[in-house]
């Protein structure tokens, strides 16, 4: 099957890396040693996909920011992978006056413009630099891949292009022109680097129907131009000649409002939602024990970790998707098997005199000493094991704390009653009341779903919450916005949006209660999720599998391989169905709806070879989310 965008990603870096030369498996000679020059968005980039030993490994032995101070370093290739910005070409113009290394490889994340260029090379010229620029590249990957089949468009600066930016009382043309270009720029990278071009469908009258127009037309001029098309030889070079094209759906966010807001119950959206994962990072708050010998009433002193959640992680590949309370029983078991191999560790340690010695300097013993004993070679990876389990344990048990605290597993059952319309065992007013359940942000979010998935209500009734929500500290600035947008926007599909969904309860895991576990699960729900489809995944699937539906027979269809646009209804369509689909959110996208398209397709029979890929112009949670339609509610207001 084809490569992943993310393996497609890490080729493309690789080989700038290797000075834009492919590496080859076979040579195994000393790679070249060089500096590697990033801004912030080429450090977001690489970030999620290479580590600092994998670029050492490519011979990077030193990676900086463009605009930090940075000294000369003589006789040493410099490879900068930085956006063409007018600041970032000054800059590296002053580098080539200053004369800082020896060669420069200019890598631009996406397509440098005729004047950037010429100034540039005014600026080589006047400094007398012009031999030692080696390589100018636009490398078109002005995107960072998350997971294997997830990508988001910016990390840094990416208010420009958020849900409050495009939905605005008083946003200009021109600066919709602007945030569109910026989401096509990103896109066109995405197909140039995965080499194929889409048919692009895409609901009429909204931002997702400007990306698309914009998308065709840039896809189209690319094309058309046969000399320096971006898309003749890639596939064929990569071996990857595919005779069926992907689907590229375009949506926009207001199409579902609740989604967003949902409280989720797996631990990938849950580490978004409570920890704020970002890109694949998460930072936990840990409370170090104070000395018994420290003055009475000290505070315990906290510090903070980071830890790196990525698919080379195979416990989290494995887990991400799982509900909370299956994760808390794996790190559980791997725990358990772990201490069983505790006593191994510590006789390999006294094997090796290494007993004093600190975990992670052992993990660095290279391979050559383990061919002298096997003691090396076990040692190292019974280490990582605990490493991981310990980062896992750290990660699950912050989680759970704001479970308790927030009453989380309540809010997420309620709210998945509300989308499925099943009846609730405590009224949403003394949820809202309630002062121990959860934070105020929390009543708001649930009371939004109710708002937009629940019956019409009248608006005493209205005014009667939204009294109840700012009694309890909300902000009602969201509040006003949804509103807004409930009226405007067609609601005729929305009581059947979400049906389908639900929970139930089953006991909890006899191995969390016990009272060796890491967990004390006691008072959390053990919510099994009913499988079902949101507002996103149905749509895919009715495009995918070519199904007539109410809320996608009037989509446009755009295929930038037809030359001639005459009549859209006259272009002869696809009519089998598709084997690959991407589907992209533009105003935002959360994991909750990554992680049901990854369940759509693992419940598919014979999907071993379907494949769907998710991106959104920015990645974001509940709080992130409620934050803008309150900016946006406090505009209306």
Same mark, same amino acid.
């Given at each position: ?25 076979t040579n ?9 020059i ?8 690489i970030?999620?996909?290479?580590s600092v030993r994998?670029? /050492?490994?490519?011979g ?16 040493v290739?410099?490879i900068?992978f ?16 200053h ?5 420069y ?6 397509a440098?413009?005729?004047q950037?260029?010429e100034?540039l090379?005014?600026a080589?010229?006047q400094?007398n630099a012009v031999?030692n620029?080696?390589k100018v590249?636009d ?22 292009i958020?849900?409050?930016t ?22 066109f ?9 889409p048919?692009?469908?895409?609901p ?16 189209r001029?690319?094309?058309?131009d046969?000399?320096?098309?971006l ?7 990569s ?6 094209r992907?689907?590229?759906?375009i949506?926009?966010?207001n199409?579902?409002l ?11 959206a849950?580490?978004h939602?409570?920890?704020?994962l970002?890109?694949n990072?998460?930072?936990?708050e ?15 002193k ?28 794996a790190?559980?078991?791997e725990?358990?098997?772990y ?20 975990d992670?300097a052992?993990s660095?013993l290279?391979d050559n ?9 076990s040692?190292?990876e ?8 310990d980062?896992?344990?750290?990660v699950?048990?912050a ?15 309620m ?9 609730l ?7 809202i ?6 934070q ?7 009371f ?25 500290g ?6 006003y916005?949804v ?7 067609k609601?005729?599909?929305?009581p059947?949006m979400y049906a ?5 309860t ?8 016990s ?5 004390v699960?006691?008072?959390?729900k053990n919510?099994v ?15 995918m599998?070519?199904k007539?539906?109410q809320?996608?027979?009037d989509y /446009? ?5 037809m030359l /001639? ?7 002869p369509?696809n009519?089998?169905?598709f084997?690959?689909?991407?589907v992209f ?17 693992r419940?598919?029979?014979g ?11 920015e990645?974001l ?7 803008q339609?309150?900016?946006?509610g406090?505009?209306?207001?």
């Amino acid at each position: 099957m084809a490569a992943t965008i993310r393996e497609k990603q890490i080729a493309a870096l690789k080989r700038m890396l290797n000075l834009n030369v492919n590496p080859s498996r076979t040579n195994t000679t000393e790679p070249v040693w060089k500096v590697l020059i990033y801004d912030r968005f080429g450090q977001d980039i690489i970030s999620p996909l290479l580590s600092v030993r994998e670029l /050492r490994d490519m011979g990077v032995t030193l990676h900086l920011l463009l605009h930090s101070d940075r000294d000369p370093i003589q006789d040493v290739p410099a490879i900068y992978f930085v956006m063409p910005t007018e600041e970032n070409i000054q800059r590296i113009s002053q580098d080539l006056e200053h004369q800082l290394y020896e060669s420069y490889y200019l890598n631009f994340i996406s397509a440098v413009s005729r004047q950037r260029l010429e100034d540039l090379a005014s600026a080589a010229l006047q400094s007398n630099a012009v031999t030692n620029i080696s390589k100018v590249f636009d490398q078109y990957l002005n995107f960072i891949t998350l997971e294997d089949d997830m990508f988001t468009i910016r990390h840094q600066d990416r208010s420009a292009i958020s849900y409050y930016t495009i939905n605005r009382g008083d946003v200009r043309d021109t600066e919709m022109e602007e945030i569109m270009g910026i989401i096509v720029n990103s896109l066109f990278s995405v197909f140039v680097t995965l080499g194929t071009v889409p048919i692009i469908r895409c609901p009429r009258g909204n931002a997702a129907e400007m990306v698309a127009e914009k998308l065709d037309k840039k896809l189209r001029e690319n094309l058309r131009d046969a000399r320096n098309s971006l898309f003749t030889t890639d596939s064929i070079q990569s071996g990857q000649v595919s005779f069926q094209r992907p689907l590229l759906v375009i949506l926009d966010r207001n199409m579902d409002l609740a989604t967003p807001l949902h409280h989720t119950w797996t631990y990938q959206a849950l580490a978004h939602d409570v920890l704020d994962l970002k890109l694949n990072q998460v930072v936990i708050e840990e409370t170090t024990e104070t000395h018994s010998a420290s003055p009475s009433g000290a505070r315990p002193k906290k510090k903070t970790k980071t830890y790196d959640l990525n698919p080379k992680d195979k416990f989290w590949s494995q887990q991400k998707g799982s509900p909370f309370p299956t994760v808390a029983e794996a790190v559980q078991s791997e725990l358990e098997s772990y201490r069983a191999s505790e006593d191994e560790v510590k006789r390999l340690k006294s094997a090796m005199g290494l007993e004093g010695e600190d975990d992670s300097a052992i993990s660095m013993l290279s391979d050559n000493t383990a061919k002298i004993t096997s003691a090396v070679s076990s040692l190292p990876e019974l280490l990582e094991r605990k490493r991981v389990i310990d980062m896992h344990t750290n990660v699950a048990s912050a989680i759970l704390d704001n479970i308790k605290e927030r009453k989380l597993d309540i809010y997420f059952e309620m709210e998945e009653k509300l989308m499925s319309k099943s009846s609730l065992d405590k009224s949403l007013l003394d949820m809202i009341n309630d002062p121990d359940a959860g934070q105020a942000e929390d009543k708001m979010r649930l009371f939004i779903i109710f708002y937009i998935c629940g019956q019409s209500m009248t608006d005493v009734e209205f005014d009667q919450y939204a009294s109840a929500l700012e009694a309890q500290g909300c902000n009602l600035a969201p509040l006003y916005y949804v509103k807004r947008w409930k009226a405007y926007t067609k609601m005729a599909s929305a009581p059947n949006m979400y049906a389908g969904g639900g929970t139930k309860t089953v006991s909890m895991f006899s191995k969390l209660m016990s009272q060796g576990s890491e967990f004390v699960m006691e008072g959390v729900k053990n919510l099994v999720v009913k499988r079902h489809n949101l507002p996103v995944t149905k749509v895919v699937d009715s495009l995918m599998e070519i199904k007539s539906s109410q809320e996608t027979d009037d989509y /446009r269809y755009f295929d930038p391989k037809m030359l /001639r646009v005459t009549d859209a209804s006259s272009i002869p369509r696809n009519r089998t169905p598709f084997q690959e689909a991407m589907v992209f959110v533009v105003g935002g996208g959360n994991y909750i709806e990554y992680q049901n398209l990854v369940d759509y397709v693992r419940g598919k029979a014979g999907s071993s070879s379907k494949r769907i890929t998710y991106g959104c112009s920015e990645l974001l949670n509940a709080q992130q989310f409620l934050r803008q339609l309150s900016q946006l509610g406090q505009e209306t207001h």
